[in-house]
Nanobody, 116 residues
Framework: QVQLVESGGGLVQPGGSLRLSCAAS????????MGWFRQAPGKEREFVAA????????VYPNSVKGRFTISRDNAKNTVYLQMNSLNTEDTAVYYC?????????WGRGTQVTVSS
């Protein structure tokens, strides 16, 4: 099992930056692929970024490609999401995800609001 706790959300102006963190408990963090998802009010949960267990491969949808960067520090059991050039469409609750084989674990989310 793994417990995930997101942090770093908040209010930011359009064009600004924010870095989210996800702290994971457990002995086998380095064996999990990690990801970030987001959900805005009235919308489906949306994939944002993923990183392989080793950190050697990352995946982004076109909506955030070039603006967001996912990274991980396995020694700290932490995954990060660096968000640059934020716009109002990025406003959502951001959730951390851990995946191993066919199992998934989720954090409770952190709010990101992009507004003037």
């Amino acid at each position: 099992q793994v417990q995930l706790v997101e942090s770093g959300g908040g209010l930011v102006q359009p064009g600004g930056s924010l870095r989210l963190s996800c702290a994971a408990s457990g002995r086998t963090f380095s064996s999990y692929a990690m990801g970030w998802f987001r959900q805005a009010p009235g919308k489906e949960r949306e994939f944002v970024a993923a990183i392989s267990a080793s950190g050697g491969n990352t995946v982004y949808p076109n909506s955030v490609k070039g603006r967001f960067t996912i990274s991980r520090d396995n020694a700290k059991n932490t995954v990060y999401l660096q968000m640059n050039s934020l716009n109002t469409e990025d406003t959502a609750v951001y959730y951390c995800n851990a995946r191993r084989l066919s199992r998934n674990w989720w954090g409770r989310g952190t709010q990101v609001t992009v507004s003037s």
